[in-house]
């Protein structure tokens, strides 16, 4: 381990069965200071560290990347390190692919969802710029109506909540669309997002309520068609 690292050094620090995201805060007299992104502290002698218990950080993963596909250090504390930078940045959308990874802001982000950003996101396929919900949601009915290609989006969230928001989220590019495929206006699809969103604490009721399972089933689904086979939004989801 000799020369293996200097100070001030981004390194991954394997403590509690983790790599944490640290920096070589000193190294003299053959003792090793390793302050973490966390707040802790960990000191040890040199001679006693190993390959497996610090390894360099990749340029990838300290500067962070919106598609955690591209990160060069492939385990668990890269990806949880980068989604942290990125909420740092108030970026709350991550890409791994063509999954969409995205954190609770536990605030309100302005003109995250307003009419420019689905216009914006309306001329782009997915992956072209910055990652959103709309980004999803534009690829998967545009190559729903236009591809004719059966889609289908599987949102799995911890909290009911958040899985219920991102169930409208993907509806508000198409209601905002000027004129849809056939002609529908826009006026006539304004009252559709208004029904999924009021339509949530229902679906939110019938999935929580007792079965003969459980008293609290708060694992449920819900098929709601939402457009018809020429591509236009039918005007209300059959809920």
């Known amino acids: 381990m000799d020369n293996f690292f200097t100070e001030g050094d981004r390194v991954w620090l394997w403590e509690d069965e983790q790599y944490?995201?640290?920096?070589v805060s000193s190294c003299s007299g053959g003792v090793v200071v390793f302050a973490t992104d966390y707040g802790q502290v960990y000191t040890y002698k040199q001679n006693?560290?190993?390959?497996?218990k610090v390894q360099p950080m990749h340029?990838?993963?300290?500067?962070g990347v919106e598609d955690m596909?591209?990160?060069e250090d492939l385990h668990d504390g890269a990806i949880m390190h980068n989604l942290f930078l990125r909420y740092q940045q108030r970026h709350i959308y991550t890409y791994i692919g063509s999954i969409l990874a995205a954190v609770n802001p536990y605030q309100s982000l302005p003109g995250l969802y307003d009419r420019p950003a689905v216009e914006t996101y309306s001329r782009h396929h997915l992956g072209e710029i910055s990652p959103h919900i709309f980004a999803v949601?534009?690829?998967?009915?545009?190559?729903l109506w236009k591809r004719l290609q059966n889609q289908c989006v599987l949102i799995s969230e911890r909290a009911a909540p958040g899985k219920q928001k991102h169930?409208?989220?993907?509806q508000v590019p198409v209601m905002h669309e000027p004129t849809l495929p056939g002609g529908?206006?826009?006026?006539?699809?304004?009252?559709?997002?208004?029904a999924l969103l009021e339509s949530s604490p229902i679906m939110e009721a019938f999935g929580?309520?007792?079965?003969?399972?459980?008293?609290?089933?708060?694992a449920f689904g819900k098929f709601v068609p939402a457009f018809q086979p020429e591509g236009q939004h039918s005007g209300r989801p059959d809920c």
Do not use: F, G, M
């Open 20 to 23: 944490l995201p640290s920096t």
């Open 184 to 194: 529908v206006s826009r006026d006539r699809t304004s009252h559709v997002e208004e």
């Open 59 to 63: 340029h990838s993963s300290i500067r």
């Open 137 to 143: 949601a534009n690829e998967c009915y545009r190559s």
């Open 69 to 71: 596909a591209s990160l």
């Open 208 to 218: 929580n309520a007792k079965t003969v399972y459980n008293n609290n089933s708060t």
């Open 167 to 170: 169930q409208a989220d993907p």
């Open 48 to 52: 006693a560290l190993t390959r497996q």
